[in-house]
């Protein structure tokens, strides 16, 4: 028991010293950590069930997580056999999600290649369901000079956030694109560069900056990185393995208050916007005509087309998209040691009116 616990104690400093945290979808303009835990903020435990269900988020509280707000909201997570929940924003100076979620929280909210990166280092995490049936990344130009395909990329300056690095460097590999001919530089999180020429284009989300620029009077063109050769999903969530070997039941439970949330948020992003705006990100205020954008952005991303859509679930074809994407970048994985379907999937066998 002690080397184990060294062992994972050791894996979350050589994460948080790593700097694998990957900035998901999010305004970064808003430059905050959000406000509101939940209904059970201090994080106890209870004294019946499941106890909390804490889960660790990928960014700041915007509409990207509004399925989680309203699991809380709409008492999806008691009604899963909780006795509450605690939402943890994330944010620039918050430390890598999969740390998070080997030392202190239930799940967390990530992306592929920088779970990817954890599980190579030893991590024992796994990614369980995903919201996104396409990633959001995108690189985004102004109208006026497009970059609609990879190959557009070329002669052109590109600006990236330090965090979003993993996903540029896979996605570049993945394609075979030439990198000497494509300039890379940081950023900070903000694709106003774009806008006065200093970059030719910015690695970003179709669901937040790009959103934001639009409502800043801004006319842009997306090239999503999932529609043009890099099939990635997005917003996945991750547990460790010892939650899937012991807590089962308990992870299930946890994905089917998700579903249910998301459920919520594709049936309404009006509902998603409000308690957004004024309830769980009131701290951030955000532009409510732009997060419903965001929100309706996210939620294209979610449909895959199917009639009784499996909210969550992850296709064997697409997890293995996955790993051929980032394998490129050099993360030699199989599905297995990334991906536990299996909950999932029994979570929709022994619940099939979930499917929507």
């Not at 959001?136 to 395909?149: C, H, L, Q």
């Amino acid at each position: 028991m002690t080397s184990q616990v060294d062992r994972r104690q050791f894996l979350v400093r050589g994460l948080a010293l790593g700097g694998l945290a990957l900035a998901a979808p999010g305004l970064a303009a808003c430059g905050s950590s959000g406000s509101g835990t939940g209904s059970a903020g201090t994080g106890s435990t209870g004294s019946t069930g499941f106890g909390i269900a804490s889960q660790r988020l990928a960014w700041i509280k915007n509409t990207e997580f509004a399925g989680s707000y309203f699991a809380d909201k709409n008492g999806y997570y008691k009604a899963a056999g909780f006795s509450g929940d605690q939402l943890i924003a994330g944010g620039p100076t918050a430390p890598p999600i999969e740390s998070d979620v080997l030392s202190r929280t239930f799940a967390g909210v990530s992306q592929v290649p920088i779970v990817g990166a954890a599980v190579v280092q030893g991590a024992p995490l796994k990614i369980i369901g995903a919201v996104y049936q396409r990633y959001a990344g995108s690189v985004i130009s102004m109208t006026s000079k497009p970059i609609r395909t990879p190959h557009d990329l070329y002669g052109k300056t590109i600006g990236c956030a330090s965090s979003s690095e993993p996903v540029w460097r896979s996605f570049l590999a993945s394609l075979k694109l030439d990198t000497s001919r494509i300039k890379t530089v940081p950023v900070q999180g903000d694709p106003i560069g774009i806008t006065k020429g200093e970059i030719d284009g910015y690695l970003g989300f179709i669901n937040a900056q790009a959103v934001d620029l639009q409502h800043k009077g801004f006319d842009v063109t997306n090239m999503l990185l999932a529609d043009v050769g890099f099939p990635l999903v997005g917003q996945t969530y991750i547990t460790t393995q010892d939650n899937i070997d012991k807590h089962r039941d308990k992870v299930k439970a946890f994905l089917k208050a998700e579903i249910r949330g998301w459920q919520d948020v594709l049936a309404n992003p009006q509902l998603a916007t409000d308690i957004t705006v004024n309830d769980y990100g009131k701290d951030l205020k955000l532009d409510p005509k732009a997060t419903l954008d965001s929100c309706k952005a996210g939620n294209a991303l979610i449909r895959n087309g199917a009639k009784h859509q499996q909210i969550l679930s992850i296709s064997d074809q697409a997890a293995a998209e996955n790993i051929k994407s980032i394998a490129a970048g050099g993360m030699r994985l199989t599905v297995g040691n990334l991906f536990d379907l299996s909950l999932i999937r029994e979570l929709y066998k022994e619940n099939p009116s979930l499917a929507v």
